[in-house]
């Protein structure tokens, strides 16, 4: 209730009521007020102003509704649009799935391959080597073979020098002449 006493008093206090005398007198400030917003909306009516705001704001309401219309337009293109790229990206995801699955196939395919060419280069390479083995072998077998036949003629000339006289050294001389020059003729 207080409440309800200080909101009228505040109301009785305000300068609209401090006009005194009169209400049709120009002394009177509601009075004055009163004819100046009368004048004001007069003036507005009578330049068409509250027909401009209403085409105005028609003019916008026009503007905004073409404005949903284009929106929508471009919503539905968009939606199009996403569904076609979600289409391509399926396509372009079982082609990369493909590819990877070939690569796939090709490279087993290489390792088998290259799997097979390294078996026959180690086949190669171990024939080589039994090969340059098998020389070696036989090239030892021949160096140690000329070997024991020059130490056996070293060993037949020292005999021999040991045993061989000066006559039979030249009777052995003629008689190996004669012999070549039966072989030459």
């Not at 120009?26 to 007020?33: C, H, K, P």
């Not at 003036?43 to 705001?53: A, E, Q, R």
């Not at 020292?158 to 039966?182: C, F, N, W, Y």
């Amino acid at each position: 209730m207080t409440r309800l006493t200080a909101v009228f008093l505040a109301l009785m206090s305000s300068p609209a009521l401090a006009a005194s005398g009169p209400f049709f007198s120009l002394r009177n400030t509601d009075f004055v007020v009163t004819i100046a917003f009368l004048v004001f909306i007069g003036i507005l009516i009578y330049y068409k102003v509250p027909g401009k705001i209403v085409s105005m704001l028609d003019a916008r309401a026009l503007q905004i509704k073409a404005d949903l219309e284009e929106a929508r337009a471009l919503r539905e293109e968009a939606k199009a649009l996403l569904s076609s790229y979600e289409r391509k990206q399926k396509e372009v995801k079982e082609q990369s799935d493909r590819i990877v699955a070939a690569a796939k196939a090709e490279a087993e395919a290489a390792a088998a391959q290259a799997k097979a060419d390294m078996k026959l280069s180690i086949a190669r390479r171990l024939a080589a080597a039994e090969e340059q083995i098998q020389a070696a072998e036989n090239s030892a077998v021949r160096a140690v073979r000329e070997q024991a036949i020059s130490i056996a003629v070293a060993a037949a000339g020292e005999v021999l020098a040991k045993q061989m006289t000066e006559e039979g050294a030249k009777s052995s001389i003629d008689a190996a002449i004669k012999q070549v020059d039966a072989k030459l003729h």
